[in-house]
T-cell receptor, first 117, second 113 residues
Framework: GAVVSQHPSRVICKSGTSVKIECRSLDFQATTMFWYRQFPKQSLMLMATSNEGSKATYEQGVEKDKFLINHASLTLSTLTVTSAHPEDSSFYIC?????????????FGDGTRLSIL | SQQGEEDPQALSIQEGENATMNCSYKTSINNLQWYRQNSGRGLVHLILIRSNEREKHSGRLRVTLDTSKKSSSLLITASRAADTASYFCATDDRNTGGFKTIFGAGTRLFVKA
């Protein structure tokens, strides 16, 4: 089945560091990828929609200068948390939808647990 | 913003029992999906039911959809300890052309061996 690889799985770093998370679709092309944030025991909150070759679409309340998204190819999207602070600590999950669109399920990466000290 | 409400928030049952989780949503949908998440992992797609379908089966899973009540249920029969996970319903928001997926709050299922 379709596989999405997310890397790294865990990051621990000091406050002020910028952290890049990669999301790759391994066996299908994804013109659109999604980035979610999940707090403990809560659901996924959509942060932004990453569009190949164009600017990402951010959800209300998500700072685009804080969470930089780049979708340079049909199989790779990156999320960079700039100048991370302890409140940015969270579980970040990416997903990709096969180009079939609306009635296709999303395929999720295994998530990145970000801990800012 | 999330539009799905799920109940119960947490469910603890004995192995072999059936587990039923419910989901309600607010907007018009193209389809509704159920996902599973093991602790600290990504989501795994379980089943998709289209808006014109009422019931769907996949192995030990049975999903119903009532668009008049804007609700869905997921039934796991003959549960196993390995079914312990969080379960989320998700809908493709028709207001965005079915493009954006909105997740419910989730039900944490614990199956005791």
């Amino acid at each position: 089945g379709a596989v999405v690889s997310q890397h790294p799985s865990r990051v621990i770093c000091k406050s002020g560091t910028s952290v890049k998370i990669e999301c790759r679709s391994l066996d299908f092309q994804a013109t659109t990828m999604f980035w979610y944030r999940q707090f403990p025991k809560q659901s996924l909150m959509l942060m932004a929609t990453s569009n190949e070759g164009s600017k990402a679409t951010y959800e209300q309340g998500v700072e685009k200068d804080k969470f930089l998204i780049n979708h340079a190819s049909l199989t790779l999207s990156t999320l960079t948390v700039t100048s991370a602070h302890p409140e940015d600590s969270s579980f970040y999950i990416c997903s990709a939808r096969d180009s079939g669109g609306g009635n296709q399920p999303q395929h999720f990466g295994d998530g990145t647990r970000l801990s800012i000290l | 913003s999330q539009q799905g409400e799920e109940d119960p928030q947490a469910l603890s049952i004995q192995e072999g029992e059936n587990a039923t989780m419910n989901c309600s949503y607010k907007t018009s949908i193209n389809n509704l999906q159920w996902y599973r998440q093991n602790s600290g992992r990504g989501l795994v797609h379980l089943i998709l039911i289209r808006s014109n379908e009422r019931e769907k089966h996949s192995g030990r899973l049975r999903v119903t959809l009532d668009t008049s009540k804007k609700s869905s249920s997921l039934l796991i029969t003959a549960s196993r300890a390995a079914d312990t996970a969080s379960y989320f319903c998700a809908t493709d928001d028709r207001n965005t052309g079915g493009f954006k997926t909105i997740f419910g709050a989730g039900t944490r299922l614990f199956v005791k061996a």
